[in-house]
């Protein structure tokens, strides 16, 4: 069967079950099996959805899954409900990414409703990304990361928050925001290195909370350089650290010489410009 065929029986599956469901809200209706017929519309609901999967027309597809949805919300049946809705998403995510993060934030409402934290903090993560690559939103996909990092840490899932909040912590660096990015990238670090198994990442935590320290303040990034070394030994080791103590000593240079470094980014170079030199350049044009 093509694509139109296919289209063409998803259609009929829709009528079908628009027929059962109005059939169902009718005294006599209700009265005779009201609740088979419901469940035989959402039925029909979900295979016309399938239907239109089959044919790629994923917003009819969408459309069918949140009726099948709605359905069950009417029954009481919250995780068939829950369910629905999240196919609707994956459906609309290929056509209407808006439309996929409704979906999707409607079945959020439903398992929180159900104390299932953990899928919700899922499926805000899949919002998360949705924001990333379809909709350019960082701040709402930001936003997603840390409603995800919070429903995994009340439920002890201590891993999958972090992974969520390296996420915020680096987007915060981009849009520079580097005291919430430092903060994330210590609290991260500071639980990699108490770990067995995490221990030997706690340096890259480290390290890019002191660049971030170094686009703010060289003393900060000095003494919060030293603070790691002092909280993880490893890192006074580690090539990451000894990076680090280089970079700084570089940029101490300039101050210890009395020396002005200015950039010139037309031009791509970087000019020295002592202060001698800049008192000769006074006395010639005087």
């Given amino acids: 069967m093509d694509n139109s065929g296919k289209e063409k029986e998803a259609m009929a599956l829709m009528a079908e079950a628009e027929k059962k469901m109005k059939s169902s809200q009718s005294f006599f209706g209700a009265m005779f099996g009201g609740s088979s017929k419901m469940e035989e519309a959402c039925d029909m609901y979900v295979r016309a ?14 459309n069918a899954f949140s009726q099948a949805a709605l359905l069950h919300l009417q029954m ?12 609707a998403g994956n459906a609309f995510k290929k056509a209407d990414p808006q ?10 409402e439903i398992y929180t409703d159900m104390g299932r934290f953990t899928i919700a903090a899922k499926h ?34 201590t891993s999958s928050a972090n992974k969520c909040l390296l996420k915020v912590a680096t987007y915060a660096a981009q849009l520079e925001q580097y005291p919430k990015a430092i903060e994330i990238y210590e609290q991260v ?3 990699a290195m108490d770990s067995t198994l995490l ?3 706690a340096k890259d935590h480290f390290f890019k909370a002191a ?14 350089v030293q603070k790691y070394e ?6 006074s080791d580690a090539r990451e650290c000894k990076l680090l103590k280089v970079g700084l000593h570089i940029i101490s240079i300039p101050k210890i010489l009395n020396i002005n470094i200015k950039y010139c980014p037309r031009q791509r170079e970087t000019r020295l410009i002592t202060e001698r030199e800049g008192e000769q350049s006074k006395s010639i044009d005087s």
Avoid at 127 to 134: F, Q, V
Avoid at 211 to 224: E, I, Q, R, T, Y
Avoid at 230 to 235: G, K, S
């Fill in 99 to 108: 439309e996929a993060i409704n979906c999707l934030n409607r079945a959020i």
């Fill in 199 to 201: 221990k030997y990442s």
């Fill in 230 to 235: 002092e909280m993880f030994p490893a890192f």
């Fill in 124 to 157: 805000h993560i899949t919002i998360a990304e949705i924001y990333e690559t379809e909709l350019v939103d960082i701040d709402k996909a930001i936003a997603h990361y840390e409603q995800a990092a919070d429903y995994y840490k009340g439920e002890e899932s």
């Fill in 211 to 224: 660049l971030c320290h170094f686009c703010v303040d060289m003393l900060n990034a000095k003494l919060a």
């Fill in 76 to 87: 009481q049946s919250k995780h068939d409900a829950a369910t629905n809705f999240i196919d």
């Fill in 189 to 191: 670090g500071t639980h």
């Fill in 49 to 62: 959805a399938n239907m239109f999967k089959m044919a790629k027309n994923w917003c009819a597809a969408g």
